[in-house]
């Protein structure tokens, strides 16, 4: 696999929109429930502040959303979220894709990168941030609803950028 990161294009916002869904419907990383329409999708990716994809082969396999927490004397600390299609996971996309992330938040003013909600079985993503030198602020018990009735811990992570 030879993976490249670029920012997004409105022709990857099908693609993007497969692998966000493919997500939300395995309900173990996004907190989002229903899946997006294209035309939804195109619209969120839109209102992000940058949208990056991974591509091998000219075929989109993983995206990033990178967007503000919050606002005012807060705004200087961001937010993303990371997906990768099923078939491409374990090969590297992720990694390409938060540090790409990481460098695009820089260059948009923000100095830190904060997960709001890492759920605590995502053990890639966990292992990831871990290798990249993310630092665990904390967890709170029972925060992501996996089924119903079925909470599982999500944990607190940021970097600076």
Known sequence: MSVSIRKYKNEDVPAMTSIWNEVVREGKAFPQMEEMRVDEAAAFFASQ??????????????????????VGRCG????????????????????????????????????????????????????????????ELGTIPGGFLISEDNYEDITLYYHSV
């Not at 937010?79 to 090969?91: E, M, P, T």
């Not at 990481?102 to 948009?108: K, R, V």
Request: glycine share 12%.
């Open 49 to 70: 502040s940058c949208c990056g994809v991974a591509l091998d082969g000219g075929a989109v396999i993983g995206l990033y959303i990178l967007h503000p927490n919050n």
């Open 76 to 135: 200087h600390i961001c937010n993303a979220s990371f997906a990768v299609a099923s078939y491409a996971r374990g090969k590297g996309a992720g990694e390409l894709l938060v540090r790409h992330c990481l460098d695009t938040a820089g260059s948009y003013g923000f100095k830190i990168l904060q997960f709001n909600a890492v759920v605590a079985s995502n053990s890639a993503a966990r292992k990831l941030y871990k290798k990249l030198g993310f630092v």
